[in-house]
């Protein structure tokens, strides 16, 4: 299955529903520049990874490269529902550690701070 990914805002936050396989190829590419571009609209996102069943290496490369990018532009990435093979692969490659996880998408958008302001 292709990933697939609808957005929609919870308070401060821009949420990213994913859906399917974040994998080497059109996938990884298509998750990079959707979230460059959301990172214009809002500097807080949260990747809602409840319904993403598989990740590879690359996948998991994108998700550090989001990171790093929302970071840099003064943005911010959380994680949100990770399945048993995302949070495997996060464990295993000891990036768990640098992305803050949530249960819920609800959750990961409600703990955002307040803007400034």
């Given at each position: 299955m292709l990933l697939q990914t609808s957005t929609r805002t919870l308070g401060n936050?821009?949420?990213?529903?994913c859906?399917?396989?974040?994998?080497?190829?059109?996938?990884?590419?298509?998750?990079r520049n959707q979230v460059k571009d959301l990172l214009n609209q809002s500097k807080r996102?949260?990747?809602n990874l409840a319904n993403v069943n598989y990740i590879d290496s690359t996948?998991?490369?994108?998700?550090v490269g989001v990171y790093a990018?929302?970071?840099s532009?003064?943005?911010?990435?959380?994680?949100?529902a990770l399945t048993g093979r995302?949070?495997?692969?996060l464990a295993i490659t000891k990036l768990g550690s640098i992305f803050e996880t949530f249960p819920t998408?609800?959750?990961?958008?409600?703990?955002?701070?307040?803007?400034?302001?």
């Open positions: 936050a821009l949420i990213v529903d859906s399917g396989r974040i994998v080497f190829g059109d996938e990884t590419a298509f998750l996102i949260v990747l996948g998991v490369g994108t998700l990018s929302a970071h532009a003064g943005g911010e990435i959380k994680l949100a995302v949070k495997d692969v998408a609800e959750e990961a958008a409600s703990s955002f701070k307040p803007a400034a302001g």
